[in-house]
């Protein structure tokens, strides 16, 4: 299986249950792992072939600006349809990741699309 990875990426969302919690944008962490629909092998060097991360990770921080949500398991989903509809990923993994209670490193929701 060929994937591609992208670690850590920091991205800003108004999130949360509580009225009070979306007032302010909130940082979160995104993990995310992509298979496209080549194999690495019959890419032959030609990054029109693969999935730009660099446009990845522009759409998904868009996509998390973008309006107000109660959870990150909805970011989550969302993420990882546009993953797969817009960046034609065979399949793909989301992780989201939000600081939210101060006697835990973090919360976090993973999801699993497949196209």
């Not at 194999?39 to 996509?63: C, E, H, K």
């Amino acid at each position: 299986m060929n994937e591609i990875w992208i670690k850590s990426l920091k991205i800003h969302s108004q999130i949360g249950v509580e009225e009070a919690e979306r007032a302010e944008l909130q940082e979160l962490q995104v993990d995310l792992c992509i298979q496209p629909s080549a194999p690495f092998p019959y890419m032959n060097d030609d990054v029109m072939r693969t999935i730009d991360y660099a446009a990845v990770s522009g759409r998904v921080r868009a996509l998390a600006s973008e309006g107000p949500r109660h959870l990150i398991e909805t970011l989550a989903a969302d993420i990882a349809r546009l993953l797969v509809d817009e960046f034609h990923a065979v399949a793909v993994t989301v992780e989201v990741r939000k600081f939210a209670l101060p006697e835990a490193d973090y919360v976090a929701v993973r999801c699993r699309l497949e196209r």
